[in-house]
């Protein structure tokens, strides 16, 4: 039997070097995933003389897949969805509000033009960034009346925002299945608030 030996580091600089190109590979896809991350980065509930609102800003990448299809002619479609829950320390979470708001973004080849939808609203933008810094600020949503809320009571709130894929044309539906490219979403975004209307 013949056996055989192999020196794995012949000096302290072949272990650094090693030690390098292995942190690297995997520091690497971290940082990378960290600065695409689709989140919500600032969300808030503000109480004015009728209702409360939220205000939030999110962060949103879109990726070639996506930026392709729509320069196709494609339309997007993005979903915010938001809910309030009263906890209860005796049963399951009450849910007392939840509310969806839907966005179409498309692209006009005639007018070189994007455009933004929110049910019968229309704007039109220059460019797809122009488009998308709109998309993902949202402002003075209006989620409940004021009487809707007991004041002085807890409640937890939670936020999102993601690509309605269900909208997409059939043939697409199916490629969206199973796939990171289409499915783009942010994580909830859970905070409680006091409810306290002004007065």
């Known amino acids: 039997m013949t056996g055989f030996t192999t020196r794995c580091c012949t000096s302290v600089g072949d272990r650094i070097v090693r030690l390098v190109?292995?942190?690297?590979?995997?520091?690497?896809p971290l940082l990378a995933a960290a600065s695409?991350?689709?989140?919500?980065?600032?969300?808030?509930?503000?109480?004015?003389?009728?209702?409360?609102?939220?205000?939030?800003?999110?962060?949103?990448?879109?990726?070639?897949?996506?930026?392709d299809a729509i320069s196709k002619g494609v339309s997007l479609y993005f979903v915010v969805e938001f809910q309030i829950e009263r906890p209860r320390w005796y049963w399951f979470d009450e849910v007392v509000v939840t509310r969806r708001l839907q966005y179409r973004l498309n692209y006009h080849a005639i007018t070189r033009t994007?455009?933004?939808?929110?049910g019968n609203l229309h704007q039109s933008f220059e460019s797809l960034d122009a488009a998308l810094r709109t998309l993902t600020r949202l402002r003075n949503w209006r989620i409940v009346e004021v009487r809707g809320l007991d004041s002085g009571t807890s409640y937890n709130a939670a936020l999102r925002?993601?690509?309605?894929?269900?909208?997409?044309?059939?043939p697409f539906q199916v490629t969206a299945i199973g796939?990171?490219?289409?499915?783009?979403?942010?994580e909830w975004t859970r905070w409680t608030f006091l409810a306290s209307p002004v007065r």
Request: charged residues 20%.
């Open 114 to 118: 994007y455009r933004l939808s929110v």
């Open 161 to 170: 925002m993601r690509h309605d894929t269900s909208m997409l044309p059939r």
């Open 36 to 67: 695409g991350e689709n989140r919500v980065r600032y969300a808030e509930i503000v109480a004015n003389e009728q209702a409360y609102v939220v205000n939030a800003d999110f962060d949103l990448d879109l990726n070639p897949t996506l930026i």
């Open 21 to 28: 190109c292995v942190l690297g590979l995997v520091v690497t």
């Open 179 to 186: 796939s990171r490219d289409w499915n783009l979403t942010t």
